[in-house]
């Protein structure tokens, strides 16, 4: 490895006397300039890695950050010596974690966390079969003091879920249905006038609870969008200049349709900043869906059976406990900086208008450490980073114009971007 941090590359290949080929030195693909561009900075179309171009006569290309002035390269083909289907990824464990991000952690049963997790699941699993990335998502990012925005087709059992989980959890469950005409007083309460009294009182809102899903979020104003957003961050409700504080834990549950687009307003970027996961709830496989038809197709009161089959196995004091507990997990340097350049690589790759902000960062580090916590470790690992990294910045990215019109998606680039960055060895 060079003393800039990259990867060194095999030397300078010419397929004639005119162009220079050369192998990226982050993914491997041989590369061709014209001749006439050695010593200048190219970048490699593939994975957008920059770097100089070699002569003839230099050993090896030189890595390199700045991306100016760059020279145009082609894709001509794999590493030498290797057929495409054989060539090696530049991290493989990295694309092995990001194939397996919907798998749950293997819990620790020597560790209280560890075991609560293991109960919580089975106790949803009575109930609510599948869709494993929102159901470990959303139990990180509770345990993380985080909030989630679910992007889904209507159908596929999100009231179920947190309705199941508030069960669980023994938490109270609230629910918002978002229309156009919400207005802020709707979500957050009012004063009104008490007649007997003859003074005003506060009426809390549905905002008042526990496990709040906020139903298709993007159906209401920026008026209404904003009414959550001291109660996102500070968990607290401010009306009249007197502050109203909100029973913790507290977690957000917004769902919004990817297919329905009229009558929906754009959530504002500071607002989908203070989510701390998009999850993405997909149609469930063959097997789950046959369990759903044959579970939930017997006309029985949906509330009785969560009574009868559904036991709490936590309070919401143990789940404050707990979440404090988590921030004494242990976070080597060398994976806080493996954290930080993912964050600040999307600030520079080049099919990104807009990178992620280093909340980010923050809620790649606490989600981390509350995965380790569920797996049973007192410490993180990259594995933890990378399996939470997509839920984490995929609503923190703006694609280009030109991104857009290439079809490209936000998932596919990050995955891209992951692969780029050498995982560190702890």
């Not at 599948?130 to 959303?138: I, W």
């Not at 159906?219 to 401010?238: C, D, F, G």
């Not at 997909?282 to 949906?302: C, F, G, N, T, W």
């Amino acid at each position: 490895m060079s003393d800039t941090g990259f990867h060194d590359g095999p030397p300078a290949l010419s397929a004639s006397p005119n162009e220079i080929e050369f192998p990226c030195s982050n993914c491997g693909r041989i590369l061709k300039v014209p001749a006439v561009l050695a010593g200048r900075k190219a970048r490699c179309p593939q994975c957008a890695f920059v770097q100089t171009i070699p002569d003839r006569s230099s050993p090896q290309p030189t890595a390199t950050e700045d991306a100016a002035d760059l020279a145009p390269a082609t894709v001509v083909g794999p590493e030498p010596g290797q057929p495409p289907e054989n060539r090696p990824t530049a991290v493989p464990a990295t694309a092995r974690v990001i194939s397996e991000a919907r798998q749950l952690p293997s819990a620790g049963s020597n560790t209280e966390t560890g075991r609560l997790f293991q109960r919580i699941f089975d106790e949803i699993s009575k109930v609510y079969i599948g869709q494993h990335e929102l159901v470990l998502g959303s139990l990180v990012a509770l345990f993380s003091s985080g909030h989630i925005l679910i992007e889904s087709v209507p159908g596929l059992g999100k009231t179920l879920f947190v309705r199941v989980l508030g069960r669980v959890l023994g938490c109270e469950f609230g629910r918002i249905q978002f229309t156009a005409d919400l207005m802020p007083s709707d979500i957050t309460g009012a004063p009104i006038f008490d007649l007997k009294n003859q003074e005003f009182r506060f009426r809390a809102g549905p905002v008042f609870t526990q496990l709040l899903l906020a139903d298709e979020i993007n159906r209401s104003p920026a008026k209404t969008h904003a009414a959550l957003l001291e109660i996102m961050q500070e968990y607290r409700v401010t009306v009249d200049g007197k502050s109203h504080e909100l029973k913790r834990p507290f977690l957000v549950m917004a769902t919004q349709n990817p297919i329905e687009s009229e009558g929906t307003y754009n959530l504002p970027e500071a607002q989908l900043d203070r989510f701390m996961f998009k999850l993405v709830a997909d149609y469930p496989q063959a097997e789950e869906e046959a369990r759903i038809l044959e579970m939930h197709s017997r006309q029985i009161d949906l509330n009785q059976r969560l009574m009868s089959q559904v036991s709490p196995v936590t309070t919401p004091e143990q789940i404050m406990r707990i979440t404090r507990a988590s921030s004494d997990v242990r976070v080597d340097g060398r994976l806080i900086d493996y954290i930080n350049q993912l964050v600040r690589l999307t600030r520079r790759w080049p099919q990104f208008h807009m990178g992620a902000s280093p909340r980010a960062g923050i809620a790649l580090m606490q989600a981390a450490r509350t995965l380790a916590a569920f797996a049973g470790r007192d410490y993180a690992v990259p594995d933890d980073v990378v399996q939470l990294a997509l839920a984490a910045l995929r609503h923190r990215v703006i694609l280009t114009a030109e991104a857009e019109v290439e079809g490209r998606s936000v998932d596919e680039l990050l995955k891209e971007l992951i692969r780029s960055v050498e995982v560190p060895r702890l």
